[in-house]
């Protein structure tokens, strides 16, 4: 469906690639589950409000001085004798609501995920886990505190920021190697390339 | 993994907020613009039965049909809120034998593999915590392995480690069950690093 392709991390698996295909797209899209909740309660309750006005007029009732046949009839007379502001407000609300509904439902929303390729399974990765795999790789190569490797996972790139101690010598060359391996290893799709910047301003350790 | 029809509910979401952009903008058109209002007022004649000045039989009828339709929008609202979740099964494999004639069935119930699976994938040094899990998936029964390893773990040893146990598993079953496994942040245990690398 979007450029994660998960076919081709289920090449290989024995009779389930559908299935497989199935599953990494579910996991790496988000679900609108809760938007559509709260449409169609939305929905529920215009239903029961018009079941409600109906009822009223078949019965010959009105409700709290107010028969539904009038408020038809004032809708069909709008604008006139109807307060502007109040009804554009609350039309300009509705309005917002559905373009959210809307966007939700046309929009993709990917989640900040990757897929890994195996033989057996289908793998997918939270962007963190990968970030401070990464982190930690940069770090076992320079022999700096567990605070002082940050990493940050996007779509394609993984940043690590080496924050040393003022006058710690940083080899970056060695946790730049660190961390390509460690993301070759890891195999991520769509693939992962790795920056690693040793931030100049030194920190003072306690 | 569950079994929600996202196709249904994003049409659905599609749908209503179609619906509700349509009636707001068209109400701020009608109160601002006076060519809106007199588009409108020439349309609103249709509506003439459900207001006041109509006999009491075209009253009657037509507000049996918003009756009826405001019925029927409501229970569709009902059957895309049913749609939402489930697909978790609590059998892996049912089984009635060969051809043979054997009687009886062979039942693997979710349990035996969440069991079979948390303790052996647990024991990883790398694993915080894990939760197993079975669901419907095309027809098919698959696994969920969802993982919240240490801070820092490597993901692909996580990955390697769980094919082997799945092996195992595969071995067990005499069947391959699709599996999906979940590499996820946070949880127990994902704050402190590993101790030794």
């Known amino acids: ?206 | 993994m569950n079994a929600t029809n996202r196709g249904l509910g994003r049409t659905s979401l599609v749908v209503v907020g179609l619906v509700l952009l349509a009636f707001g903008i068209g109400t701020v058109l009608v109160e601002t613009l006076p060519w809106a209002a007199a588009t409108w007022h020439a349309w609103a004649v249709s509506l003439r039965d459900l207001g006041t000045a109509a006999a009491r039989d075209a009253s009657v009828v037509a507000w049996t049909w918003v009756l009826g339709g405001a019925v029927v929008l409501g229970v569709l609202a009902l059957v895309v809120l049913s749609t939402i979740g489930g697909g978790r099964v609590g059998t892996v494999v049912e089984d009635d034998g060969s051809a043979e004639g054997v009687a009886g069935v062979v039942r693997i119930d979710a349990a035996a593999v969440q069991h079979a699976l948390s303790s052996a994938i647990g024991a990883m040094p790398s694993v915080g915590s894990l939760a197993v899990d079975v669901y419907r998936v095309r027809g098919g029964r698959a696994v969920r392995i969802k993982v919240r390893p240490r801070r820092g773990a490597a993901p692909r040893e996580v990955t390697r480690g769980v094919e082997e146990i799945v092996a195992d598993l595969d071995a067990l079953l005499g069947e391959r069950l699709p599996v999906l496994l979940e590499i996820a942040r946070g949880g127990a245990g994902s704050g402190r690093t590993d101790r030794v690398h």
Not at chain 1, 82 to 96: K, P, Y
Not at chain 1, 106 to 116: E, G, I, S, W
Not at chain 1, 139 to 153: I, K, N
């Open chain 1, 1 to 206: 469906m979007t450029g994660v392709d998960p076919a081709r991390s289920a090449g290989d698996h024995d009779g389930h690639s559908a299935v497989y295909r199935r599953l990494l797209r579910r996991e790496t899209t988000a679900s609108r589950s809760g938007t559509v909740v709260v449409a169609m309660l939305v929905v529920l309750l215009v239903a029961a409000a018009a079941v409600f006005a109906a009822t009223l007029v078949l019965l010959d009732q009105r409700a709290a001085g107010v028969d539904p046949r009038a408020v038809v009839d004032a809708a069909v007379r709008a604008p006139s004798g109807l307060d502007t502001t109040v009804v554009v407000g609350i039309a300009a609300v509705v309005a917002f609501l559905g373009l959210v509904f809307l966007l939700r439902g046309v929009l993709p929303q990917r989640r900040p995920r990757h897929t890994m390729s195996s033989r057996r399974l289908a793998v997918v990765v939270d962007d963190e886990v990968l970030a401070s795999a990464a982190a930690r790789a940069a770090r076992s190569a320079t022999r700096l505190g567990p605070d002082a490797a940050v990493g940050t996972v996007g779509r394609r790139t993984v940043d690590v920021v080496l924050r040393p101690a003022a006058g710690v010598d940083v080899p970056a060359v060695a946790a730049t190697e660190a961390v390509r391996d460690e993301l070759e290893s890891i195999d991520a799709r769509p693939s992962l390339t790795a920056h690693v910047r040793v931030q100049p301003t030194g920190r003072v350790d306690g």
